[in-house]
């Protein structure tokens, strides 16, 4: 392989690359804000993520409350799944929240725990 051919060939390898992060960059800018948060919070260029630093994570559980009492249905089905391993009537009633605004997980995760035997919850 000579030279001219190697540099061509990194070249549009390289060029692929870039085209390919631009892409994504895109598309994550295009996702909904409520779906970019299953993972942690987004503050700018700044991801959390749980489990990091146990001060951000008061606060993005303070600024998850905030935003499910505002009336977000996204951060209300994050809510009842925090909830849920604490206080199930507490979840249910931020399901239940969420579900009534037209949110599908919320409304499929209720089905899932009415149908469930009574000791699972």
């Excluded at 690359?17 to 631009?22: F, N």
């Excluded at 391993?85 to 009633?93: I, N, Q, T």
């Excluded at 605004?101 to 035997?117: K, N, T």
């Amino acid at each position: 392989m000579t030279a001219k051919r190697l540099f061509t060939w990194t070249f549009f390898f390289a060029l692929f690359v870039v085209l390919v992060a631009l892409f994504w960059r895109q598309l994550f800018d295009q996702t909904p804000p409520s779906l970019r948060e299953l993972g942690g919070t987004i503050e700018g260029d700044n991801v959390h993520i749980y489990g990091e630093s146990p001060r951000q994570d008061r606060m993005a559980d303070r600024a998850l409350l905030a935003a499910a009492q505002r009336g977000d249905p996204g951060a209300q089905y994050m809510q009842a799944i925090v909830m849920e391993h604490f206080d199930m009537k507490e979840a249910l009633r931020w399901y239940e929240a969420a579900a009534a605004q037209g949110y599908e997980l919320a409304a499929q995760r209720l089905e899932q725990l009415r149908q469930a035997p009574p000791s699972a919850q």
